[in-house]
């Protein structure tokens, strides 16, 4: 879910939207009633109001015994649920942020490693640290076959559908349809933060043939063609 387009028209989600924000077990029905209408401006407080009665009476929040509003058990499975997720993204993101930091690190000092050496070839700095928010979760591989030389993977972006991603060794391209990279990477045959996290993640899993496939296409840039 988004948290910066609140989901008006579905109770449900509208609910756990909230609480992913307030974050409490518990919140008075005054306190509750503000945060929608004043703080967060998602509902008028007549609208508010109304909204806050049906959740109650369709179970999706719960009065204590102080009177109090919590979430449902089952809202609240589902709350616990995306906060581990939560947890574990951001997680991940600090550590790729390390490997980045890393990255440029030995870059600069002039002792960079191969994977380093090539990706930097290919990479602007702001890039990189655009490509820590790419979310891993966000690509689905569809073909990985180093000996073929073919990868295939979809990733979710801005767009209704998923942007493409796909690389030919043999045939020497990369095809790639974002806008960043159709309109300024692709002419200089340059990364966008997708390709980017894509390697980075590749090579947590395959280090040796993904350091191997970014050295081809680095070394042999003039080469290949970039295109979406």
Not at 164 to 171: A, S
Request: positive net charge; contains cysteine; glycine residues 2%.
């Amino acid at each position: 879910m988004n948290l910066a387009n609140p989901p008006i028209n579905n109770p449900e989600l509208l609910v756990l939207y909230l609480w992913k924000i307030i974050d409490l077990p518990t919140i008075t029905l005054n306190d509750f009633l503000f945060k929608i209408s004043y703080d967060l401006f998602v509902l008028p407080p007549d609208k508010a109001k109304e909204f806050i009665n049906s959740c109650i009476e369709n179970k999706l929040l719960v009065l204590t015994e102080k009177k109090d509003l919590s979430l449902s058990t089952s809202l609240n499975t589902e709350l616990k649920n995306w906060q581990k997720l939560r947890k574990n993204e951001i997680n991940q993101n600090i550590n790729l942020v390390k490997k980045i930091n890393q990255l440029k690190a030995v870059n600069e000092k002039g002792k960079s490693t191969n994977f380093s050496k090539h990706l930097n070839s290919l990479v602007d700095k702001e890039t990189l640290n655009r490509a820590v928010r790419v979310k891993n979760e966000d690509f689905d591989i569809k073909e990985l076959d180093f000996e073929k030389g073919i990868i295939k993977a979809t990733i979710k972006g801005s767009k209704q559908h998923p942007y493409i991603i796909e690389l030919d060794l043999k045939n020497k391209h990369i095809k790639h349809d974002c806008h960043d990279f159709e309109a300024r990477r692709s002419k200089n045959k340059q990364f966008c933060k997708h390709l980017t996290k894509f390697f980075l993640l590749l090579r947590e899993s395959h280090k040796v043939s993904t350091e191997q496939f970014l050295m081809y296409i680095s070394e042999n840039i003039e080469k290949w063609d970039f295109f979406s």
